[in-house]
């Protein structure tokens, strides 16, 4: 599957942190390290590919632990409607 920002988010970095906001639920969120660097690449982006940028990024954490922390908080994102299936 690839994953996509639902056009209904707005965000912003702020100091090096993530901050979205839902326009249809005015609903805030302010995402960590690892989670901004998962929003940012996930623009049309497979989870293979998402868990490869993370271990670069993150070297110091464990790739399995980055793959089952990644699948978590996409999960949690399209809970949330603010990541979508993309097309590809």
Known sequence: MIYVR???V???DVDGRVVLCHTETVR??????????IWRACEGI???????LLAA?????????LADDAHS????LMSENLLCPGEG
């Open 6 to 8: 639902h056009p209904q």
């Open 10 to 12: 707005l965000w912003d």
């Open 28 to 37: 805030y969120y302010e995402l960590n390290a690892v989670g901004a660097t």
């Open 46 to 52: 497979g989870m293979e590919r998402l868990v490869g």
């Open 57 to 65: 990024a993150h070297s110091e954490v464990d790739r399995a632990r």
């Open 73 to 76: 908080f996409v999960a949690a």
